[in-house]
């Protein structure tokens, strides 16, 4: 009997021990992925983005949809590093993967080159396509600082050799569900 108990909570320690090793990982590389993506150097963005994504677009691809996204003949946008106050969801192991779903905090700036008519009209545009939290609008210098709540999904794998990776939640889950099967994006509610 005490053999069996001893057993028990020898397992129960193991399954606890490596529980926290998933979750201090996966916190070290949110703040990796999060701070790649804040700085824009690509390298680390492509180190920590999901490999399959690669299938869909190319790393050259990408930078290009980057740079024109980020700067172009209306607006340049500058994301701004803050404190991301990452909130962890549940880990999820689905079909021999490992998913979290991990909501940051996100900022960025947005400066129009030609002068905002109706920058309350832009203001409500960004609210609701963004769901952004707190948009704000500096007249003197045409841009608008926008603050809103992201999502990434981590995911580990034997792609990823069970090493988190990232994939930005855009908001119907399209790249996602480009990626991985409807069971998937069923079992996280996506």
């Not at 880990?91 to 993967?97: F, Q």
């Not at 030609?114 to 939290?133: R, V």
Request: hydrophobic share 45%; glycine share 2%.
């Amino acid at each position: 009997m005490k053999t069996r108990i001893l057993f028990f909570a020898l397992f129960l320690f193991q399954s606890i021990t490596l529980l926290a090793q998933d979750i201090a990982s996966l916190k070290t590389e949110a703040i990796k992925s999060y701070k790649a993506g804040v700085s824009l150097n690509f390298d680390a963005i492509f180190e920590t983005t999901y490999p399959k994504v690669f299938d869909i677009i190319s790393k050259d691809q990408m930078k290009a949809m980057f740079a024109q996204m980020m700067e172009n003949e209306q607006f340049s946008i500058k994301l701004v590093e803050v404190e991301p106050n990452f909130s962890f969801g549940e880990i999820k192991k689905i079909e021999g993967k490992t998913f979290c779903l991990i909501d940051h905090n996100n900022v960025m700036t947005m400066k129009f080159n030609e002068p905002m008519e109706d920058a309350e009209s832009m203001t409500n545009i960004f609210k609701s396509s963004m769901n952004a939290e707190k948009v704000t609008y500096d007249k003197a210098t045409n841009t608008f600082r926008i603050e809103m709540r992201s999502t990434l999904i981590a995911v580990a794998d034997e792609l990823t050799k069970n090493q988190w990776k990232f994939l930005n939640k855009d908001k119907d889950n399209k790249l996602f569900s480009m990626i991985f099967d409807e069971k998937i994006v069923k079992a996280l509610a996506l």
